[in-house]
């Protein structure tokens, strides 16, 4: 909760609630962080490549097993970064 604009107040259960301080960040400071943080999701990548296009769940399984055959051999070319 926020009873102000620089001071915060934290509530924890069994615990007694705490008013530390906690200024308000811009929308500029939040994106910038953000931003400075960017970097590939490799699970991500991973995931929406193998996922199963038109068609049976013979060809998905083809599809997982063709790419893991090409992350194994070093071509990691299906992989796509975010």
Same mark, same amino acid.
């Given at each position: 909760?926020? @009873?102000?604009?620089? +001071?915060?107040?934290?509530?924890? @259960?069994?615990? @007694?609630?705490?008013? +530390?301080?906690? @200024?308000?960040?811009?929308?500029?400071?939040?994106?910038?962080?953000?931003?400075?943080?960017?970097?590939?999701?490799?699970?991500?990548?991973?995931?929406?490549?193998?996922?199963?296009?038109?068609?049976?769940?013979?060809?998905?399984?083809?599809?997982?097993?063709?790419?893991?055959?090409?992350?194994?051999?070093?071509?990691?070319?299906?992989?796509?970064?975010?």
């Amino acid at each position: 909760h926020r @009873p102000g604009l620089s +001071i915060a107040e934290l509530t924890q @259960p069994g615990q @007694p609630a705490q008013r +530390i301080s906690l @200024p308000r960040r811009s929308l500029k400071d939040c994106l910038a962080e953000e931003l400075r943080r960017l970097d590939p999701d490799e699970v991500f990548g991973e995931t929406i490549t193998n996922l199963p296009g038109p068609g049976t769940q013979q060809e998905a399984h083809h599809s997982l097993i063709g790419n893991a055959e090409q992350q194994a051999h070093g071509d990691c070319s299906s992989l796509i970064t975010v």
